[in-house]
DNA sequence: CCCCAGGCGTCCA
DNA sequence: TGGACGCATGGG
C-alpha cells in the first residue's frame, strides 16, 4: 500500500500466487495462508503448472496451516489442472469476458462467487465486485443492511452505486477488510470493539446498532 | 476452555 | 431458495 491507498493491496507476486491465495484463504485467517504459501514456495509448489502436476500428499503436507487442507489440496490440483490444461494457461482463460469468465471459474470445484470474484478482480484485473465477511458485517453493522442479505443482491447495491472501474474495485475492496478486521464477531454490545466505541459515543450511550 | 478466520459443496425441506 | 453441517489449523 503506502502514497497509492490500497492499490496492489491483494498479497502476491504472481496472477498464479493470487490465485493459489484466494483458495487458501477461504474462511481462514491469512496469517495462516502465508505460512502454506512460504511452504508451497519452499517445496515449488507455488505454480499452477507444479500444482497440477504435484502430489496430493505434498500440497497437503504443505498447505497443513491454513485448514481444510485436504479439500484445499484437491481443489487446488484439480484447479491448476484444469486452467493448466484445457485452457493451456491464465493468457486464455484470462482471455475471456468478464461474465464469461466468472461462469467458468464458477463451475471449478472450490470455487465460489468470492472466490471468483478475486480471481477475476486481483488476478485476471478485471471489474468484478468482491462480496466478503467484512463487507457484509459493514454494511449490516453500520449501514443497517439486512445481516442476511445474498450475495449477489450485496453486490449489485453496491456497484450500482459506484463506478465499475478496476482501480476503484480493488479499493473499495481493501479498505473494507482492512476496516473490518477493527470490527469483532461479537456482537455491537462488546466493548473491546473499537467501532462499537465510537458508535456508542455517537449514540450518547446507546449501541443504536 | 471458549470463539473466530478475507468460503464452499452437499444435503434436505 | 435457504438453512444446517463438515471441513481443520492456529491465534486471541
Redesign the pocket.
Known amino acids: 500500500m503506502g502514497s497509492s491507498g490500497f492499490l496492489n493491496?491483494?498479497?502476491g507476486d504472481t496472477k498464479d500466487e493470487i490465485i493459489i491465495?484466494?483458495i487458501l484463504?477461504?474462511?481462514?485467517?491469512?496469517?495462516?495462508v502465508e505460512?502454506a504459501i512460504h511452504n508451497l514456495r519452499d517445496s515449488n509448489l507455488l505454480s499452477l503448472w507444479e500444482l497440477s502436476n504435484a502430489k496430493i500428499t505434498n500440497i497437503e503436507n504443505a498447505i497443513?496451516?491454513?485448514?481444510?487442507?485436504?479439500?484445499?489440496a484437491l481443489r487446488l490440483k484439480n484447479i491448476a489442472y484444469i486452467i493448466c490444461e484445457k485452457y493451456d494457461g491464465l493468457g486464455n482463460l484470462f482471455r475471456k469476458d468478464t461474465k464469461e469468465l466468472r461462469n467458468t471459474l464458477?463451475s471449478?470445484?472450490?470455487?465460489?462467487?468470492?472466490?471468483?470474484d478475486?480471481i477475476i478482480l486481483?488476478a485476471a484485473e478485471k471489474p468484478s465486485f468482491?462480496i466478503?465477511?467484512?463487507t457484509k458485517?459493514i454494511m449490516s453493522r453500520v449501514y443497517g443492511i439486512d445481516k442476511?442479505v445474498?450475495?449477489e443482491t450485496l453486490q449489485s447495491f453496491i456497484t450500482s452505486n459506484i463506478r465499475s472501474d478496476i482501480v476503484i474495485y480493488k479499493d473499495f475492496?481493501a479498505q473494507f477488510?482492512e476496516l473490518?478486521?477493527h470490527f469483532?464477531?461479537?456482537e455491537p454490545s462488546c466493548s473491546n470493539c473499537p467501532v462499537n466505541k465510537i458508535c456508542r459515543y455517537y449514540n450518547n450511550g446507546s449501541d443504536g446498532l
Not at 497443513?64 to 484445499?72: E, T, V
Not at 471449478?108 to 471468483?116: L, S
Open positions: 493491496w491483494w498479497p491465495g484466494a484463504t477461504q474462511n481462514t485467517n491469512w496469517r495462516n505460512k497443513k496451516p491454513s485448514g481444510f487442507y485436504r479439500q484445499k464458477l471449478m470445484n472450490g470455487i465460489g462467487m468470492e472466490t471468483a478475486s486481483y468482491v466478503d465477511a467484512y458485517r442476511k445474498s450475495y475492496h477488510v473490518g478486521k469483532c464477531m461479537k
